[in-house]
């Protein structure tokens, strides 16, 4: 079955310092992977979706990136966070079978 | 662009009243549609989906939706809710032109016992 893990699960972080956020999928190849973030009120914001190794799309310009050197390893990254970066962020794996997101445990970012 | 939009932000019932949560995407194509429950403290699990064929579709504990093409919308519906419906409702469009896969805003549901 598929599993998908991120970390690290908490991270605080001051204003103007990089980020690395790691998400790993197992249990599956060649999925098309996502970020988003959950805020209050806001619903989950998709922030960037890959279709394969390198192939990255943006959905929201912001001071964030994103990166998936690997099949199954996505990346996001900030050289220098704002405070607006604060949230909770999601990596999600389609299955490719169910069609539907299967979610990560989330990393809990509180920029300060 | 695409969007989805979920216009009830907050919604309060008595336990065993009927439940109708809207959701309207704004794209012309073929897309497949999703409901999302988010119970306090946990994490994102799916109600049902819709990706073809019947367009009323049944999920899991007694929730259902209908697809409503030419409305654009994907409504979820519970005939009588308990007070362990309480949670936050989330539906999501998967766009067919592109691989991605757009949230609304959620809908936070309150029960009363």
């Known amino acids: 079955s598929q599993t998908i893990h991120q970390w690290p699960a908490t991270l605080v972080q001051p204003v103007g310092s990089p980020l690395s956020l790691e998400c790993t999928v197992e249990g599956t190849s060649n999925p098309n992977l996502y970020w988003y973030r959950q805020a209050a009120g806001r619903g989950l914001q998709l922030l960037f979706y890959s279709v394969g190794i390198g192939q990255i799309s943006s959905e929201v310009p912001q001071n964030l990136s994103a990166s998936r050197p690997q099949d199954r390893q996505f990346i996001l990254s900030s050289k220098k966070l704002l405070l607006s970066d604060s949230g909770f962020y999601l990596c999600?794996?389609?299955?490719?079978?169910?069609?539907?997101?299967?979610f990560g445990e989330g990393s809990r970012l509180t920029v300060l | 662009a695409q969007s989805v939009s979920q216009h009830n932000h907050h919604v309060i019932l008595s336990e065993a009243a009927s439940l109708e949560l809207g959701c309207n995407y704004s794209y012309g194509g073929t897309v497949n549609l999703f409901w999302y429950v988010q119970y306090p403290g946990q994490h994102l699990q799916l109600l049902l989906k819709y990706f073809s064929g019947d367009p009323l579709v049944k999920g899991i504990k007694g929730f259902e939706a209908e697809f409503i093409k030419s409305k654009f919308s994907f409504n979820l519906r519970k005939p009588s809710v308990q007070w362990s419906d309480t949670a936050e409702y989330f539906c999501?469009?998967?766009?067919?032109?592109?691989?991605?896969?757009?949230f609304g805003s959620g809908t936070r549901l309150s029960i009363r016992p």
């Open positions: 999501a469009v998967k766009f067919s032109s592109a691989s991605k896969i757009i």
């Open positions: 999600a794996s389609l299955r490719q079978v169910a069609g539907e997101l299967f």
